[in-house]
């Protein structure tokens, strides 16, 4: 990667000594500046606690910037100057919880500062742990370091990294919408970046335009870790609190923007909305907003995008290749969905095995999930002639995986909505009933081969001809068949009647399913289980169509072992909600919190 | 919810600083050998600078409009209105009560260069010059202060709603003014109500930091302030634990014979958001 060499080895000023090799290094101690300077200085050994403030804000830190021999400790950094800015004084950025100042050292190098102007609860072991880790050249390494700053009167924290040329994403899009082969070159680094992140067990927890630097050679560089999230990487096991900060808005899911927290494939949302914006704006640059809050989309859409935000969702995916159109309409699913991929909410919810996992990372489900998977909130009214099997235990659960090591990667994700295009070619009305507007463009799908993967000769509204009409619905469990849940199983019916689910694809094992799956034949399964080879898998992407259960005033819920989750009132049902509340002592008999507000139920 | 909107360019947000200029401002604040009148010229140079840097999200560019700032001064007379409350920026922004957070960056009266504590010469920019001189319109710049804040609503109809930030050491001189900061409190976006919070310089009474009590105002005055306040949304409340205080369920937005590290505090928790401007 050319650009100025974050990953080379590095000044002494920023390298932190590694953390001890036993232990879980999560825990490490804050990690003690190399240099120990300025003789009878008070320097605390590493501390396990950071000042509680009040934090300094950014105007504090500017005058303290201007004197830097006398507000910095160790002596590359006094030596150091603050580059300058507006009024000729330091020049800052400012974000949630810091400002970011760029210092040019006398070695030549040149460095970004970056002071917090709210506690960073998670700052001491989560940079000492990134610090001591093997990180991805799509980061760069960074230094923590106690006590360095003095504004206020008082020592601050500082994080260090070396200053990475290049322009964030939406300076590099201002000039650079127009070429779409450099876009669909940083769409490749970008998916590369991503899945770099995710099999270092990074989550990053916050991919935006402005924490994405792209260099001159089109290579990505993730800045700002504030909201970033550590996993085993083989227990898929959290070794950090999750952030308080669930990221921007115009890049999250609109339930993760509610509920907070960061999970293993945290990521995977917002890396897809951006790859899929950078498709978008390869094939019509105009679709760029340019207004330095998003790039095509804005989280108004994202929460409703089929009534609010249905008209920017059409725009959007019309000007899609025919590859990745398949991918943007499970986007737009997605949206009115769990964020949770459901793999790994029932992973997690084998708690027996990790408790402490599932308390610390997803504290929401501890007592009422609001996760709506798909098998929870598919029933639709049509179907509830012969729903709710008697005696089946609470929610199906027939994809529960017998272990949490099958998390989702970002890859599979992007890379495996293409591959599955090619495997229901005959599904070409997976989405019509959803998306009438975006189907008018929409070139009928058997010519997806030769559709190719750049995005820049599609979306112009050219339109193929449909030579004959679509093939009729085929009652098999194969791609493209259309499934309605009825109780705990899932039914084949056909597509043009009320469906839940849309089958994307056959595989042979659950993780390459970006969304939603269960067993091949439909049938319950208490296990999950693999096949050998064999395509025993089917992927399936919930249809648009189906209802959502929600929390709301009269609605009933199943107990159930992730907690009480919605369920159609026909059906069995634990409790019924029959008022919220503010307070829980409001409630006559039970009541639960959904993440927002408390509810009154009653049996 | 109320006060979730995000502030960015399309949805920008207004803090409105009204300020007492009247004579007695030139008395000392509490605790210090400093004029009224410097103390508060200070903290709003200062707000000002903090909100402009709000405003910067990438090195290579100036600062976004994510705010509109107003100042209205009152007490002296007002050259732009002819009464005696009006717009109080000054330089090549006189005569404006509202300005973007662009047109501020660029506007600054001056760089002043001054010795702190320490003995370090530090700079720091300067848009706001201490004014005393004549009564205290209290009602009069609050009228002006709802004029402003009701068309800038029906401009900007679903933006963060507009914070007001009243600054005075005494009594009204025309009037009650709590009808007209119950009318400044009514005027509503889509995303909740404008917040007013009031600051007394007055050294006379008991210093209280935004009460939930009224008994905790003892004077007449202080309790015609009380009244007038906002109850303080909760993440004003967090803003104010971030900065040391803890502040009741139903604190209002009020502090009374502020120091000056009082009115400083006072003005971050009057410009906290919920969520900081876009990034």
């Given amino acids: ?603 | 919810m109320p006060y979730q909107q995000r502030i960015d360019r399309a949805n920008p947000a207004l803090v409105l600083m009204v300020l007492d200029q009247s004579a007695s401002m030139r008395d000392n604040v509490a605790g210090a050998d400093t004029g009224k009148q410097y103390a508060l010229a200070e903290a709003v140079n200062r707000i000002v600078y903090e909100l402009v840097l709000r405003c910067v999200k990438n090195a290579a560019e100036g600062p976004r409009h994510y705010y509109d700032l107003g100042l209205i001064g009152y007490g002296p007379d007002n050259p732009s209105t002819g009464g005696n409350a009006g717009p109080a920026w000054s330089g090549a922004l006189a005569g404006n009560t509202l300005v973007s957070s662009v047109e501020v960056a660029h506007n600054p009266l001056r760089v002043e260069t001054y010795t702190d504590a320490g003995g370090a010469s530090v700079r720091t920019p300067v848009w706001y010059e201490p004014v005393s001189g004549g009564t205290t319109p209290m009602g009069e710049a609050l009228h002006l202060a709802g004029a402003t804040t009701a068309s800038w609503i029906e401009r900007h109809p679903h933006s963060f709603p507009p914070v007001i930030i009243h600054v005075t050491d005494g009594m009204s001189t025309d009037g009650d003014p709590r009808v007209w900061s119950e009318r400044l409190r009514q005027l509503a976006t889509s995303d909740g109500n404008a917040l007013l919070l009031n600051l007394s310089l007055s050294t006379r009474d008991e210093a209280v930091q935004f009460p939930a009590d009224r008994k905790q105002a003892r004077s007449k005055d202080a309790k015609v302030l009380f009244d007038m306040s906002s109850v303080l949304p909760p993440f004003m409340r967090a803003a104010a634990r971030a900065a040391g205080l803890e502040v009741p369920e139903e604190g209002r937005g009020f502090v009374n014979n502020a120091d000056i590290s009082q009115v400083v505090t006072f003005f971050q928790v009057g410009t906290a958001t919920v969520h900081q401007p876009a990034g």
């Fill in chain 1, 1 to 603: 990667m050319d650009r100025e060499t974050p990953n080379d080895p590095n000044p002494a000023w920023w390298n932190t000594p590694s953390a001890p090799a036993s232990g879980p290094w999560y825990s490490t101690r804050t990690a003690e500046p190399p240099t120990p300077t300025k003789t009878g200085s008070p320097r605390t050994p590493a501390r396990s606690h950071l000042p509680d403030g009040p934090y300094p804000s950014a105007s504090d830190y500017v005058t303290a910037l201007q004197a830097p021999a006398t507000a910095l400790t160790q002596p590359e950094l006094r030596a150091a100057s603050p580059r300058s800015g507006m009024f000729g004084l330091p020049a800052v950025t400012t974000g949630q919880n810091a400002a970011v100042f760029t210092l040019d050292l006398t070695d030549g190098s040149t460095l970004a500062l970056r002071a917090f102007t709210s506690k960073p609860s998670r700052g001491p072991e989560l940079y000492a742990a990134l610090a001591a880790m093997p990180l991805p050249d799509c980061m760069a390494p960074v230094g923590w370091f106690d006590d360095e700053i003095t504004a206020d009167n008082t020592r601050w924290p500082v994080v260090t990294m070396p200053w990475v040329e290049g322009l964030t994403l939406e300076r590099w899009l201002d000039t650079h919408r127009n070429y779409p082969h450099r876009i669909n070159a940083l769409r490749h680094s970008l998916r590369t970046a991503v899945d770099e992140l995710y099999d270092h067990g990074i989550a990053h927890g916050d991919l935006q335009h402005g924490n994405i630097i792209v260099t001159d050679t089109d290579e990505v560089v993730f800045v700002d870790y504030d909201g970033l999230m550590l996993f085993d990487t083989n227990t898929g096991q959290a070794l950090t609190p999750p952030p308080t900060e669930a990221g921007h808005p115009n890049y999250q899911h609109p339930q993760r923007i509610a509920q907070g927290g960061a999970e293993r494939y945290s990521d995977t949302f917002s890396a897809t909305l951006i790859d899929l914006s950078l498709a978008a704006i390869a094939a019509q640059p105009d679709l760029y907003r340019a207004d330095g809050n998003s790039l095509v989309l804005t989280a108004e859409d994202l929460d409703d995008p089929n009534g609010r935000g249905a008209t920017s969702f059409d725009r959007f995916i019309s000007a899609l290749s025919e590859d990745d159109r398949t991918t943007g309409q499970l986007l737009r699913t997605w949206c009115t969905r769990t964020h949770q991929l459901p793999i790994t909410a029932a992973a997690l919810s084998t708690s027996s095995e990790l408790p402490n996992t599932a308390a610390r990372s997803t504290p929401h489900q501890q007592r009422s999930a609001p996760v709506t998977k798909l098998e929870q909130t598919s029933h639709s009214p049509a179907s509830n002639g012969s729903s709710g099997r008697p005696g089946s235990p609470g929610v199906s659960r027939p994809n529960q995986p017998s272990e949490p090591r099958q998390v989702f990667s970002a890859l599979a994700w992007l890379a495996g909505i293409a591959a599955a295009l090619f495997l229901f070619v005959g599904g070409s009305d997976l989405f019509s009933d959803t998306t009438p507007s975006s189907q008018q463009s929409t070139s009928s799908s058997n010519s997806a081969a030769s559709a190719g993967s750049s995005g820049q000769d599609q979306g112009s509204g050219s339109t193929s001809q449909r030579s004959e009409p679509p093939p009729p619905p085929q009652l098999e469990w194969e791609a493209g068949s259309c499934v309605r849940m009825v109780g705990d199983q899932g039914e084949l019916v056909p597509c043009s009647q009320s469906h839940d689910a849309v089958i994307v694809r056959q595989t042979s094992s659950s993780t390459n399913c970006p969304m939603y799956y269960w067993p091949a034949d439909g049938a319950t399964s208490s296990f999950w289980f693999e096949g050998s080879g064999s395509m025993s898998v089917s992927c399936v992407a919930p249809s648009a169509g189906a209802q959502v259960m929600d929390y709301r005033i009269g609605a009933c819920l199943r107990e159930d072992w992730d907690g009480l989750m919605p369920v159609p009132c026909h059906t069995r049902y634990d409790f019924r909600i029959t008022q919220s509340a503010n307070d829980p002592s409001w409630c006559p008999d039970y009541y639960m919190e959904d993440g927002w507000d408390y509810w009154c139920l009653s049996r």
